[in-house]
């Protein structure tokens, strides 16, 4: 009889697997893991041989599962569900004594102040550990391991992330009186799509606030005229404010811009309005523990806060100034 040590295989390696089983597609699977295609069919070849055999079929455009490997994937799903148990119970018993967090730019200055003061006033031997980052580099973070969770914008498709709505964040209109006054429909029966593409400043490629902000505008970001340079949210304001084009400005950051740039004037576009939906991503192999529930109240607090005080304050109407 054969004996296999548990020490010859890695988590790492069943969870490509299990990719793989999902995909049915190595470079599919490579893509999910952000992974190389090499790396990762070097690790299941890794896994087969200490297994005794072959677990899929290598097809051209596909695979599928050999006997061996369809008996082995309800193992790999246990052996996954136990080790992501363990974790629960390490960070419950610990009351979750690190926290990681990751933020992308055009949400991170407005919710983390906040969201930290509440965290501490609840644990304050809690180590929270702050990422911010573009979309696509946090949820490689997450991937990895290399974060708990992840603020992001909803909706994310992506193999192994679960995600849970926390609050919509309506977008406004940004710019200068002069810019808004100028509008030929009138601004106060304007709508995202009757803005021309050379009227927008965006902030540069990569922010998901921009793919967006193009969403919502109806315009391809092939379309010429549209400046996509800024690399902030608080750049962009400056520049809007003093006339370089119109811009959509998050009620999340609204207040905090307004109070920051003289000259920046905002108007709400009519109903309808446009808005991105905020959410909060983990591994789904992560359960539900007492941490991610806890984060998720916290934030989802913080931040209806912040939108629900912008709707009350800020009229539809810029004043002028």
């Known amino acids: 009889m054969r004996y296999v040590s548990l020490m010859s295989f890695t988590l790492r390696q069943l969870h490509y697997f299990k990719a793989l089983v999902e995909q049915r597609n190595f470079g599919r ?3 999910v893991c952000h992974v190389s295609q090499p790396a990762l069919s070097v690790q299941i070849r890794a896994l087969e041989e200490v297994l005794g055999g072959p677990l899929v079929e ?6 599928v599962l050999t ?15 136990s080790a992501d148990r363990l974790d629960r119970f390490a960070r419950d018993q610990a009351g979750a004594a690190s926290l990681s967090l990751g933020l992308i730019p055009t949400m991170a200055p407005y919710l983390l102040p906040g969201v930290l003061a509440e965290l501490r006033a609840q644990n304050l031997s809690l180590r929270v550990h702050v990422r911010e980052a573009r979309t696509e580099q946090l949820l490689q973070a997450l991937h990895k391991g290399e974060l ?25 209109l940004a710019g200068s009186w002069s810019r808004l006054e100028r509008l030929s429909q009138g601004v106060e029966a304007l709508r995202p799509t009757d803005l021309q593409p050379t009227q927008l400043m965006l902030l540069e490629d990569g922010h998901c606030l921009t793919d967006q902000a193009l969403e919502v505008c109806g315009h391809d970001r092939a379309a010429a005229g549209i ?17 370089f ?8 950051a609204a207040r905090s811009e307004l109070a920051a740039v003289p000259g920046l004037r905002l108007h709400r576009f009519r109903t309808p309005e446009p808005a991105r939906t905020v959410g909060l991503v983990r591994r789904s192999s992560t359960y539900r523990a007492r941490w991610f529930d ?14 629900t005080e912008t709707r009350e304050t800020q009229p ?3 004043e002028r100034g």
């Open 245 to 252: 084009g119109l811009t959509l400005m998050p009620e999340l």
């Open 58 to 63: 290598r097809r051209a455009r596909d695979v």
């Open 294 to 307: 806890d984060l998720e109240r916290i934030i989802r607090q913080v931040g209806e806060g912040i939108v």
């Open 148 to 172: 708990d969770a992840a603020v992001l914008a909803l909706p994310v498709s992506q193999a192994g992330l679960t995600s849970v709505e926390l609050f919509r964040d309506r977008f406004l």
């Open 227 to 243: 400046n996509m340079g800024a690399s902030s949210l608080a750049t962009l304001s400056r520049l809007v404010a003093e006339g």
């Open 316 to 318: 539809s109407t810029p």
């Open 29 to 31: 699977a490579a893509e």
């Open 67 to 81: 006997p061996l490997g369809r008996s082995v994937l309800p193992l790999v799903d246990q052996a996954l569900a």
